[in-house]
């Protein structure tokens, strides 16, 4: 063991540069990438792309857009039988009328023609049949920003260059190493790796669409299941609104022969779970802390000691 301490004490140092030495700058380094990185973030998520319309109210449909890609058909369903327009199977009893038509979301005006047309009243096959519709929709609320579009994402891609610098400098510096211990160099990539993805990771909403949610969430938490609300008694698109922002539950309470028969998962949005979650992952999610951590306490090993196995 003496013997290969020696060893390694006398071999050349890789680029001049010790590995204590290096790893102090390699985490000093890393630290400031994830602190720049995470700020970058934070100032995407919060942006307001002056080429925005001004912020109005939403509809039931693009209220559960905010939510995931499923619930708008399911918020259609809810107001096509709000309005009686179908019954308990799914099949339409009636047409809408003109001021209906005029009143109705696009995405409800979809369904109601695919139903219209055919015996397929599941889930799955709803939301095949109104796919256009709802990319429509999608691409709408881009427009208006309240989800993330291509250039948010890019600037997000853009908040990762720092810490991608700090991995191929740790890279370089593995490739430099001939051999030499660079166990600590790894662990610190490992991390930084972690925390580029974290920097850059997609999210759904903008600030203005987590706005609008909670916004929506905090107006009608009387419509919540759990409340036992008379649906028909806040009017006929009340349903709507509440399967928006609280899932398929709200069909079964509201018609459970209708959730029934187009197989609407009891606990979400039928069998396609919420993707968005609307705080938690649509947050900034800083935790560059945690990243500093780690690299302090790579940065104090390689100052107590351990020679040349920090940063080869």
């Known amino acids: 063991m003496v013997q290969w301490t020696a060893a390694a004490t ?26 720049l990185g995470y700020a970058r973030r934070a100032a995407v998520l919060r942006a307001v792309d002056p080429a925005w319309p001004p912020a109005g109210p939403l509809r039931p449909s693009e209220t559960a857009m905010l939510v995931d890609d499923r619930r708008p058909v399911l918020a259609g369903l809810a107001q096509l039988r709000g309005h009686q327009i179908i019954d308990s199977s799914g099949k339409p009893v009636r047409t809408p009328t003109d001021s209906e038509q005029r009143h109705l979301d696009p995405i409800s005006g979809t369904l109601y023609a695919h139903l219209l047309g055919s015996d ?66 790894v662990f610190a990539m490992i991390v930084v790796a972690l925390l580029t993805w974290a920097v850059g990771r997609p999210t759904r909403l ?13 107006g009608n938490r009387h419509l919540r299941p759990a409340n036992a609300p008379a649906y028909s008694a806040y009017g006929p698109d009340s349903a709507a609104l509440a399967v928006a922002l609280y899932g398929g539950l ?63």
């Open 250 to 312: 709200v069909l079964w309470t509201l018609d459970p022969a209708l959730a029934g028969a187009a197989e609407i998962a009891a606990g979400g949005g039928g069998g396609g779970g919420s993707s968005c979650g609307s705080g938690s992952t649509c947050s900034t999610g800083d935790s560059g802390g945690g990243g500093d951590s780690g690299g302090s306490s790579c940065g104090s090993s390689c100052g107590s000691g351990c020679g040349g196995g920090c940063g080869g």
């Open 10 to 35: 006398a071999a050349p140092e890789t680029w001049g540069i010790s590995g204590p030495v290096f790893m102090l700058c390699y985490v000093i380094a890393a630290a400031l990438a994830v602190g």
């Open 206 to 218: 903008t600030q203005r669409g987590r706005d609008a949610l909670a916004n929506a969430t905090a």
């Open 120 to 185: 397929r009243r599941r889930v799955r096959d709803m939301v095949t049949a109104t796919g256009t519709a709802v990319r429509g929709l999608r691409d709408s609320l881009t427009a208006r920003g309240y989800l993330f579009g291509d250039k948010q994402r890019k600037a997000l891609w853009m908040a990762r260059v720092p810490l991608l610098a700090v991995l191929a400098l740790g890279i370089a510096r593995l490739f430099a190493s001939s051999g030499r211990p660079v166990g600590f160099l």
